[in-house]
């Protein structure tokens, strides 16, 4: 038996049986056609790119019905790509000039596109690789005319795909009633594998490094898409232990979706407000069946990531107005401006990229630079206002400073409005998330400057240990149960409560149900998670006295060691609420 500890991206635990897909993707080698046959093979290039568009057209129109229109806009990012000078004029070029095959240019160039992304050390290039990849895989297969889905052709029941990294267009095309899984030695959170693998809900973990070599073809693989976590030829023991866990919590889920209308509200009658994280306005609907109240984090960065040029106001407009028209006027809409600048889509568009661009010009930094794109996000959400409950939300804020510029932008914004006569709401909340060790340490004195706080565990842990979330090295070492970590969270929620500021909690550590316990303990009264979190955590609420969790917060901050805290706070959310079905097998 071996276990292979990875990144969870899509949630879920099945025991299926291996099928070893390689991913297909061979470098061509240079072959010359001579100057006589340029123009045909220019021709045979310009075919090739154009098929490709019209093929990936009707994959975004299949992934619209079975992912949803957002999700499904991954695939329009790829036909922006394949009409992207940058891409495709280096193709052509390389053809007329140095007279080769059209094959070789569309695998030198791109090949070249690849290399220069896995190499970087920022994490939101290496997890873009496979979407170049899978363009060249594409174009390649059009100039061939040659099948590549040969290994899929005869794949049976209750498979787990295992490959060294996978497409977008692979895992879209996956027959889900056959393929259970999927564990990939490669990719990261943000990756578009990652997006679509949740979006159709199929079990994943990433990141693995070494899954690929280390299991053989038909093997029983249990793949944890909770804790991500990969376990290849159980013994009958495990077997048996992840079996009744799936089991269970399948059971468990069809009861926690019956409890999903209860009101949120302790035994001792504490509310505690459990809103959704959201990327699409299609994810809205997912939130209030789950028992959600309202949207906690709204991020808009997608908007930006799955189009090749910066969305319009409009386009901003029309995505926060269909968030709305799901949601409802009277439900909290809290939208995040763009948490850009650690990306590919900024990187790859800057003159001189940054060698560390997660301590750069990232966030409100670059929004405040990028004054145009800033304004007119600020514009759709003031727009938007007027038809409900809009919450302004500023990322990554480290400095007094940076908060008074971007409230003042907003009243700029909200004069050129009322010139134009547009209605918006002139009471509109603005907050701020509390994400790095500064702005936890100043609470008080952002606490007076703004209507309401919500901590981002994600980036607060990686900021405060100096770990990267998103490395398969160091994964080991983030860890919001770090008593530093918990220590800052306790003096914001102190901080935020006397100057009557409500405060909340969106980060993924929240959605874990030991970890909300914690949090509960230390105060916090709102909690915003993905979707398929809201029911457990309602289960959770509504099965403890805040008492109980003032114990434990009291009882964790005692300790110095995040493996002590962490056991303690799964110890006693056992204890407290046995049937709770939390993320661990271990009962």
């Known amino acids: 038996m071996q276990t292979i500890k990875g990144i969870p991206v899509s949630p879920g635990v099945v025991v299926g049986r291996v099928l070893r897909l390689d991913d297909g993707y061979r470098p061509v080698h240079r072959r010359t056609v001579g100057a006589d046959r340029a123009p045909e093979e220019l021709e045979r290039l310009n075919g090739a790119i154009e098929r490709s568009a019209a093929e990936l057209r009707k994959v975004h129109a299949r992934a619209e019905t079975e992912m949803g229109t957002e999700a499904a806009k991954i695939f329009l990012f790829h036909i ?9 004029e280096p193709m052509r070029d390389l053809v007329e000039r140095e007279h080769v095959s059209a094959e070789y240019a569309v695998s030198h160039v791109l090949g070249e596109w690849a290399t220069r992304f896995a190499g970087m050390a920022d994490s939101a290039f290496t997890t873009k690789v496979n979407d170049i990849r899978d363009l060249a895989k594409r174009v390649l297969h059009e100039l061939s005319g040659e099948d590549d889905n040969g ?3 005869d794949v049976r029941g209750h498979t787990v795909v295992v490959a060294r990294d996978l497409t977008p267009s692979q ?35 990433v990141g693995c ?19 991500g976590t990969v376990i290849a030829d159980p013994d009958p023991e495990t077997l048996e232990k992840y079996r009744l866990y799936a089991e269970k919590s399948r059971s468990i889920a069809v009861s926690l979706t019956e409890e999903a209308a209860e009101p949120a509200v302790t035994v001792d ?115 938007v206002s007027a038809m409900g409950d809009v919450r302004i939300m500023f ?81 080991n070492l983030f860890n919001p ?50 979707a398929t979190n809201i029911p457990r955590l309602k289960r959770l609420v509504r099965s403890v006295k805040i ?27 056992r204890k407290i609420v046995p049937a709770i079905g939390g993320r661990s097998v271990e009962e």
């Open 269 to 383: 009658g504490v509310e505690i407000a459990l809103l959704g994280n959201v990327e699409f306005p299609e994810m809205v609907s997912e939130v209030l069946e789950c028992g959600g109240e309202g949207i906690g984090l709204y991020r808009t960065e997608f908007l930006h990531l799955t189009s090749q040029c910066d969305p319009t106001e409009e386009d901003h407009f029309i995505a926060y107005a269909q968030c709305l028209e799901r949601l409802g006027a009277d439900r909290p809409l809290t939208i995040r401006t763009v948490d850009l600048g650690a990306d590919k889509y900024t990187q790859e568009r800057s003159e001189n990229p940054e060698r560390n661009p997660f301590l750069g010009c990232r966030s409100i930094r670059y929004s405040l630079r990028a004054l145009p794109m800033f304004k007119a996000q600020l514009r759709a959400i003031l727009r």
């Open 481 to 530: 149960c770090h008593p530093a970590v918990i220590r800052l969270i306790r003096d914001v929620v102190r901080a935020a409560r006397r100057e009557d500021v409500p405060v909340s909690c969106c980060g993924e550590a929240a959605g874990e149900v030991d970890y909300a316990l914690l949090l509960m303990g230390l105060g916090l009264r709102t909690l915003s998670v993905t």
């Open 80 to 88: 922006g790509m394949l009409a992207d000078p940058s891409l495709v």
């Open 209 to 227: 490094q070494n899954v690929w070599r280390s299991v053989g073809d038909g093997a029983t693989v249990i793949v944890d898409g909770d804790q």
């Open 395 to 475: 990322p990554l804020i480290t400095t007094v400073g940076e908060l008074r510029h971007a409230r003042l932008i907003v009243r700029d914004v909200m004069e050129d409005l009322a010139e134009e006569g547009i209605p918006f709401d002139r009471e509109i909340k603005t907050g701020m998330m509390v994400e790095v060790p500064s702005a936890a340490l100043m609470a008080t004195q952002f606490a007076r400057e703004v209507d309401f706080f919500s901590i981002g565990t994600n980036d607060l842990v990686q900021y405060t240990l100096a770990v990267d979330r998103t490395n398969e090295r160091v994964a």
């Open 151 to 153: 290994q899929m052709s």
């Open 547 to 573: 008492s109980q969790c003032e114990r434990v917060a009291r009882k964790a901050l005692s300790f110095d060691s995040e493996s002590m805290v962490a056991a303690f706070i799964r110890d006693r959310t």
């Open 171 to 205: 895992t879209a095309a996956f027959d889900r009633e056959k393929i259970v899984a999927i564990a990939t030695d490669f990719g990261g959170r943000t990756s578009h594998t990652a997006i679509v693998a949740n979006a159709l809900h199929l079990p994943a973990v």
